[in-house]
């Protein structure tokens, strides 16, 4: 357990903590490429619709067929988002008991995936307005929330989820701009091949971030354990 105040956070340190336990536990591969999977099946299905004309379907209501296809993608891509989050919140826990078979982690993100959708919704609406009216606020309350979905997940409760996030981020504004710049940086390098490197760099920012929520709660990055889970 780290001794506050907290030692500075250690980004490389991090990173390659992540590319350990990824290469170490290489079913987080799973639910990014079911996640890949989802969405080029939407793009793939939008770009043909219009050619296939499904049951002799009207060019008014195409749009609407497009709209409710892309959100079903996107609720089935978070969905796979939220289990891939869960299995590497077990995997860098403190502490495993021995024997102690723990609920399978797509049934706790069903379980969980609508009050994760309020509470999702809750922040957009909150850090939008705040991005909106003055873009800083945005930017401070996305900082300070960040982690309201892991507290969620380890803790329940919408409201308690937000308090844990503000209190463990209270003092850190200037190293999670540079958590969230690594991770933004990352992804966008995934992005530019076509997508593809998603599969290996969405489970390892997961895990970066991750380890820096554990850091937060007082878990030194050495002392989490790297078995194979």
Known sequence: MIQHPLPPFSHSSALKKALRLLQANKRLYIPTCLILLTQLILVGGTRLYPHLNPSGMSAESLPMLVACT?????????????VLILQVLRLTERSHEEGHEQANPYKVALRKFIPLLLLSLMLLLGIGMGIVLFIIPGIYLLLRLM???????????????FKESWRLTEGHFYTQEVVLLVAFGLILLGAITFGLGLIFIQPLVTLYLVIYYRYLQGTAIEQIDEPIA
């Open 147 to 161: 982690f309201t979905q892991y507290t969620f997940l380890e803790q329940g409760g919408i409201v308690r989820s």
């Open 70 to 82: 892309g959100l079903v993608a996107s609720l089935i891509s978070n969905y796979f988002s939220l």
